[in-house]
């Protein structure tokens, strides 16, 4: 794995004081700007027996071995578990939701053994990563929280947010907090365009200035995003019937950030009406965006904000897709006066 260059100086500040790195990090910012690379990088040079100068791990040692083999002893990686590994803690509805958004209290309470075992190498650390820090759920939030407490010597937790304020108040103040950095645009135009990425300026501003936002997205189809701008111009005018199958097309994980890239484009055009309102995601649509902007009710459109944001965490619910759409499109119509 390599450092992203927008990264460099801060695995410097880092790598400088590895020694002397707090028992707790948390590693906060925007989705898709590498936070969970740097925090493997971080985690495989700490166990690494002989880093390189930049602090890089070498890649040849049996530690470094281990590691990529993704069966280090002193190293654990928390994530939300996968369909299937439901346990009885967790909620019905969670259960049959398919593919898991929570870390489980299970997961949490099986570190207890990982931590009352003495490192592989005498002198060095154990590492438990938690990736985003915020599927931890309240049970399993307070049971981690009790091992921030009083962690033992020699171990560290390093946790990796895109929304850290859901975490519990106390869990963050445990923590180091590590604002990560996001790449200007020409570091990013210039990081994608040696991956030779295709058409990466505009798609680099669709995904939010993050450039592993962008090649997560490789897949989206933006002729049928196209289309769906088209349609959501029309404001008030919109047909939620006619665009419900646009939405459909290109997926519900896929259409509701959409809607919500484009309602916080217009919330930016009505509230700051100007020619400097900043539009973050649809600069070519301003002029659209700044003439739905002049006939909208605020207060709707966050209340649409809010609805989006409750379809957005049950993207993977077996429920009727198409209806949700429906639903979610003739709202967006209900937010311009009329």
Same mark, same amino acid.
């Given at each position: 794995?390599?450092?992203?260059?927008?990264?460099?100086? !801060?695995?410097?500040?880092?790598?400088?004081?590895?020694?002397?790195?707090?028992?707790?990090?948390?590693?906060?910012?925007?989705?898709?700007?590498?936070?969970?690379?740097?925090?493997?990088? !971080?985690?495989?040079?700490?166990?690494?027996?002989?880093?390189?100068?930049?602090?890089?791990?070498?890649?040849?040692?049996?530690?470094?071995?281990?590691?990529?083999?993704?069966?280090?002893?002193?190293?654990?990686?928390?994530?939300?578990?996968?369909?299937?590994?439901?346990?009885?803690?967790?909620?019905?509805?969670?259960?049959?939701?398919?593919?898991?958004? #929570?870390?489980?209290?299970?997961?949490?309470?099986?570190?207890?053994?990982?931590?009352?075992?003495?490192?592989?190498?005498?002198?060095?650390?154990?590492?438990?990563?938690?990736?985003?820090?915020?599927?931890?759920?309240?049970?399993?939030?307070?049971?981690?929280?009790?091992?921030?407490?009083?962690?033992?010597?020699?171990?560290?937790?390093?946790?990796?947010?895109?929304?850290?304020?859901?975490?519990?108040?106390?869990?963050?103040?445990?923590?180091?907090?590590?604002?990560?950095?996001?790449?200007?645009?020409?570091?990013?135009?210039?990081?994608?365009?040696?991956?030779?990425?295709?058409?990466?300026?505009?798609?680099?501003?669709?995904?939010?200035?993050?450039? !592993?936002?962008?090649?997560?997205?490789?897949?989206?189809?933006?002729?049928?995003?196209?289309?769906?701008?088209?349609?959501?111009?029309?404001?008030?005018? !919109?047909?939620?019937?006619?665009?419900?199958?646009?939405?459909?097309?290109?997926?519900?994980?896929?259409?509701?950030?959409?809607?919500?890239?484009?309602?916080?484009?217009?919330?930016?055009?009505?509230?700051?009406?100007?020619?400097?309102?900043?539009?973050?995601?649809?600069?070519?649509?301003?002029?659209?965006? #700044?003439?739905?902007?002049?006939?909208?009710?605020?207060?709707?459109?966050?209340?649409?904000?809010?609805?989006?944001?409750?379809?957005?965490?049950?993207?993977?619910?077996?429920?009727?897709?198409?209806?949700?759409?429906?639903?979610?499109?003739?709202?967006?119509?209900?937010?311009?006066?009329?």
């Amino acid at each position: 794995m390599n450092i992203y260059p927008w990264q460099l100086p !801060l695995w410097k500040r880092l790598t400088e004081v590895r020694q002397g790195i707090p028992h707790a990090l948390l590693l906060q910012g925007r989705s898709g700007i590498g936070k969970l690379d740097l925090a493997k990088n !971080l985690s495989q040079s700490l166990l690494c027996q002989t880093p390189d100068a930049s602090g890089m791990a070498c890649g040849v040692c049996a530690s470094c071995g281990w590691f990529m083999q993704s069966n280090h002893p002193d190293y654990r990686l928390l994530t939300p578990v996968e369909e299937g590994d439901a346990t009885e803690d967790e909620p019905a509805a969670i259960k049959k939701s398919g593919k898991k958004n #929570q870390i489980s209290i299970d997961q949490v309470r099986e570190l207890a053994s990982f931590m009352g075992l003495s490192s592989h190498h005498s002198s060095g650390p154990r590492i438990v990563l938690i990736h985003p820090a915020e599927a931890l759920n309240p049970s399993s939030a307070n049971a981690l929280l009790k091992m921030l407490e009083e962690p033992p010597v020699g171990m560290m937790f390093i946790l990796v947010s895109h929304q850290p304020q859901r975490l519990l108040p106390t869990i963050r103040s445990r923590c180091q907090k590590i604002e990560m950095p996001v790449p200007t645009h020409e570091v990013a135009m210039a990081w994608l365009n040696r991956q030779g990425i295709i058409d990466a300026d505009e798609r680099l501003t669709y995904a939010g200035g993050a450039p !592993l936002g962008l090649l997560q997205d490789s897949d989206i189809n933006y002729t049928q995003l196209t289309e769906l701008w088209q349609m959501l111009s029309k404001g008030i005018r !919109l047909d939620p019937y006619a665009a419900t199958p646009i939405c459909t097309k290109v997926g519900m994980e896929v259409a509701v950030p959409a809607l919500q890239k484009w309602a916080y484009d217009l919330l930016a055009c009505a509230i700051q009406f100007s020619e400097r309102a900043e539009v973050r995601y649809h600069p070519k649509l301003k002029v659209a965006l #700044q003439g739905l902007a002049k006939d909208v009710n605020v207060r709707l459109l966050l209340d649409f904000q809010r609805k989006l944001d409750e379809a957005r965490r049950a993207a993977n619910h077996p429920l009727n897709i198409e209806l949700q759409l429906e639903c979610l499109l003739l709202q967006y119509t209900q937010i311009f006066f009329r």
